[in-house]
Structure formats: C-alpha cells, structure tokens
C-alpha cells in the first residue's frame, strides 16, 4: 500500500519569510496529492490540492509543486503571517479504489513576528 | 449549515469496555471515514465507507469494527478498550461526485481516553 513520508516535523520561521515542507509518496499510480492544515484545537481542513497530471499549482500564498518522477510534492508558503501558523499534513490516495487517504506524520509550523 | 457530528466530544473509559463513537451528517455525502489522531503520528486510517452496504479496512482496522446504519450514519466501535487506543478520532465525509473533487470534511473530533 502507499507510504507517506513528511519532512520537517517542526519548523519555525520569521514573518514574512517562506515556508517548504516536503512529502514523498511510494505508489507511483498514485495521482491525488492534497495538503490539510489544521490549527490549534480545530479540525483539519484542505488547504489545496494537486493532480498528478499538472507539476504546479497556485493559491495566492500557496502553492504545491509535484514531481512525479521523484515521487515527491511539496507545500510552499510564501510572506508568512502568525495566521499561517498550525499542523500541516500532506495525504495520498490509501489505494486506488477510491478517495480514502493517507497522511503524513505532520508538520508544526511556528511564524513568529 | 451542512456539517459532521461527532458524539460524545469526550469520553473517558475503562480498559476493557466496549465503547461506541457516533457520526453524523447532514451533507449528503456518501463516503465517511474514521481517523485517528496520535501527537507525532498524524491522522490514520482506521475504516471507510463508500456506501451503506460498503465497509473497507484502513490502515489500523485491528481493535476496531464500524456499522453503517444509514447514509448520514457511520459509528466507531471499541470491542475491548485498551489503553493504547487513547487518541483523538475524526469522522469525515466526502462526495466527489458532487464536489467535483475529493475533499475531506471532518467532524469535530471525539477525544477518549483509556484508563
């Protein structure tokens, strides 16, 4: 079955800085690459998401860049605010039947200002 | 508006009680799910649900069963608590054939504890 690995496990930035945060994925047919993000005391919730068919995609200060010949994908965070602050979780499809998923480990992103 | 709802939103309990977590939602959705949340360790498969007649393992089905009693209802069961089952669990739903994508929509969360 698919494996996500997610790195880094904690990551602590100045406002207005960027933030990366990588996966990789060990099902090469997978083809559904969606990051969640959630803050304290809340529920997860998507953020964006990406197919396999496009190697980038934007969402004003977010983006998420797929490469599929590495199996990897990554979140990126540009101009960072306090706001921006929370767990974020990479996921892939569990298998190919359908939209169950898996996620990463985590990723605690700390902007201080 | 349309949501999922976790009942109870705390629960403490015993080693070696059978306990139930409830779901619902009224979404509409066809497809719900169980996590679970452990700090460091992310959110896990427990079990999925496509329909009502559909029942699918996740990655850590053993200890747990699932009944999916009607479209809008998915329950979590624990036959026998263990004190390793102490966790935050996440019921979430999802409709791609609606939504035009797969999107999780997760409940509130149900927080136990095993003693």
């Known amino acids: 079955g698919e494996n996500v690995e997610q790195h880094p496990s904690t990551l602590s930035v100045q406002e207005g800085d960027s933030a990366v945060i990588k996966c990789t994925y060990s099902?090469?047919?997978?083809?559904?690459f969606p990051w969640y993000k959630q803050e304290l005391g809340k529920r997860p919730q998507l953020i964006i998401d990406?197919?396999?068919?496009?190697g980038e995609k934007k969402d004003q200060r977010i983006a998420v860049t797929l490469n599929k010949t590495a199996k990897h994908f990554s979140l990126h965070i540009t101009e960072t605010q306090p706001e921006d602050s929370a767990v974020y979780f990479c996921a892939a499809p569990f298998n190919q039947a359908g939209t169950a998923l898996i996620f990463g480990k985590g990723t605690t992103l700390s902007v201080s200002s | 508006d349309a949501d999922v709802t976790q009942t109870p939103r705390n629960r403490i309990t015993k080693t070696g009680k059978r306990i139930m977590l409830e779901c619902s939602q009224t979404k509409g959705h066809d497809r719900m799910y169980w996590y679970r949340q452990d700090p460091g360790l992310g959110l896990r498969l427990i079990y999925y649900?496509?329909?009502?007649?559909?029942?699918n393992k996740g990655e850590i089905s053993d200890g747990y069963s699932v009944s999916r009693q009607a479209q809008a209802k998915f329950s979590l069961s624990l036959e026998s608590a263990i004190p390793n089952q102490t966790a935050l669990y996440f019921c979430?739903?999802?409709?791609?054939?609606?939504?035009?994508?797969?999107?999780?929509?997760f409940g509130s969360g149900t927080q136990l504890s095993v003693l």
């Open positions: 990406i197919r396999s068919n496009v």
């Open positions: 099902d090469s047919a997978s083809n559904y």
């Open positions: 979430a739903t999802s409709d791609p054939s609606r939504d035009g994508n797969e999107k999780l929509f």
């Open positions: 649900s496509f329909d009502v007649k559909d029942i």
